[in-house]
Each structure stands twice: as C-alpha cells, then as structure tokens.
C-alpha cells in the first residue's frame, strides 16, 4: 500500500508534472498536466498535495462544485497516486483561520513544494495575481499505488 510518503519520493522526478483527474458533470473524466508536490497544509499541517491552478480555468470551477479529486505521481514505471476532498484558496477562495493577505507567500510555498525556483518573486507575485492563480489542496484520502 503507497502512503504519502511515497508520494514525495515520487514528487521530486518529471519536474514535479503530475495528471489531475476531476469529474464532469456528466461522470466522465478530465485529467490533465500541472505541477505539484507534497507540503503541510496550511491550517491543518497535515501533509497533502498541493497545486496551482489558473483562476478562470475549468478545472477550478470543476473543483469548486465537486470538491475533490484525483493526482497521479508517476517517475518510469514507479507511480503512486492521491484521492480525497481539496481545499481550495485564492483571490476569490476564502477558508476559515487562513488570512487572505497571506495568498502570495502561500503560492510561492506550493510553487516550491513542486520543485519551482525563480528570480524574481514580485513579478512571480504580479503575475499570480494577474491571472487569479489558486492553490489546491487535496487531502489523502486514498493512496495507492506500486513503486
């Protein structure tokens, strides 16, 4: 049985690019590529998987209705994946004992956490809020996987 700790081993390979899946409405699938890793959750500290997702994008939207979903970890034939409900904050996406004016420094934690660097953390900030970036947090609820 993976646990989240295999998680993390896996999150440090393929540059920390990962397959979301989340349900439509009309019970089929989308998954798609983003980056993501493995940090504490930022009222709960429990350690979950976290992304960043676009503020206009479907995926979010999926998100926000059906409040979970699934990543999957892979490095060659190693693979481990997570499934359970996400917390979602951002600019438009509050969650109880977390201060919204901390949202720059919390993307820049989960950019990190899925192996990110960069030069420059003001623009990197500007341009998060530009486009509304939000983080996701998704709780193991299920963990499994080989490797």
Same mark, same amino acid.
């Given at each position: 049985?993976?646990?989240?700790? #295999?998680?993390?081993?896996? /999150?440090?390979?393929?540059?920390?690019?990962?397959?979301? /899946?989340?349900?439509?409405?009309?019970?089929? &699938?989308? /998954?798609? @590529?983003?980056?993501?890793? &493995?940090? #504490?959750?930022?009222? *709960?500290?429990?350690?979950?998987?976290?992304? &960043?997702?676009?503020?206009?994008?479907?995926?979010?939207?999926?998100?926000?209705?059906?409040?979970?979903?699934?990543?999957? =970890?892979? @490095?060659?034939?190693?693979?481990?994946?997570?499934?359970?409900?996400?917390?979602?904050?951002?600019?438009?996406? *509050?969650? #109880? $004992?977390?201060?919204?004016?901390? @949202?720059? +420094?919390?993307?820049?934690?989960? =950019?990190?956490?899925?192996?990110?660097?960069?030069? #420059?953390?003001?623009?990197?900030?500007?341009?998060?809020?530009?486009? $509304?970036? *939000?983080?996701? =947090?998704? /709780?193991?609820?299920?963990? +499994?996987?080989? $490797?």
């Amino acid at each position: 049985m993976a646990t989240i700790a #295999d998680i993390e081993r896996l /999150s440090t390979g393929e540059h920390g690019l990962v397959t979301i /899946s989340v349900a439509r409405a009309d019970g089929s &699938v989308h /998954s798609s @590529v983003v980056n993501a890793g &493995v940090m #504490d959750h930022p009222i *709960t500290g429990e350690r979950v998987v976290a992304t &960043v997702l676009r503020g206009p994008s479907w995926k979010l939207g999926r998100l926000r209705e059906t409040k979970r979903c699934t990543i999957l =970890f892979r @490095v060659s034939w190693d693979w481990a994946s997570v499934d359970g409900p996400v917390d979602i904050v951002g600019p438009a996406d *509050t969650i #109880d $004992g977390f201060d919204p004016t901390q @949202v720059p +420094q919390l993307l820049r934690d989960v =950019f990190t956490a899925a192996g990110g660097t960069h030069d #420059d953390w003001d623009e990197y900030d500007r341009v998060m809020a530009e486009d $509304g970036r *939000t983080a996701v =947090f998704v /709780s193991p609820e299920r963990v +499994q996987g080989r $490797g």
